[in-house]
């Protein structure tokens, strides 16, 4: 359960939402590497690095990020990347459950806290 009472289903919010759909929704514009793999300039607000290019990696199979620049690293407390609650969290500056919450909501995965639902 969330701070408000509601529950919420992580692991359905993750399968719901893929990092190339999230990718869109903050419009950001990745090419595509090899296989599975997305590769571009980081787009947190923590990456300070400007001459650091093409340290955002998306791995799209296994729905998950990483940045590699040790500015982004070390603003995250050494947390180099994460699946896409982590992602809304680190863009949107809230909770994991937030996030959760807030992808819930976005994806139409159903009201938190109603039986069916997410």
């Given amino acids: 359960m969330d701070q408000r009472?509601?529950?919420?289903?992580?692991?359905?919010?993750?399968?719901?939402?893929?990092?190339?759909?999230?990718?869109?929704?903050?419009?950001?514009?990745?090419?595509?590497?090899?296989?599975?793999?997305?590769?571009g300039r980081c787009p947190l607000a923590q990456h300070s690095s400007p001459e650091s290019r093409e340290t955002f990696i998306v791995n799209t199979c296994k729905n998950v990020w990483v940045c590699h620049s040790q500015s982004c690293v070390e603003a995250r407390g050494g947390q180099a990347g994460g699946n896409v609650l982590d992602f809304v969290a680190v863009m949107e500056h809230c909770s994991i459950a937030e996030a959760a919450r807030r992808l819930s909501v976005r994806s139409d995965l159903g009201r938190p806290g109603v039986r069916g639902g997410v």
Avoid at 15 to 26: F, P, S, T
């Fill in 5 to 39: 009472g509601e529950w919420i289903d992580f692991a359905a919010v993750k399968a719901a939402v893929g990092m190339e759909r999230l990718l869109v929704w903050y419009g950001v514009k990745l090419r595509r590497g090899v296989g599975m793999y997305l590769r």
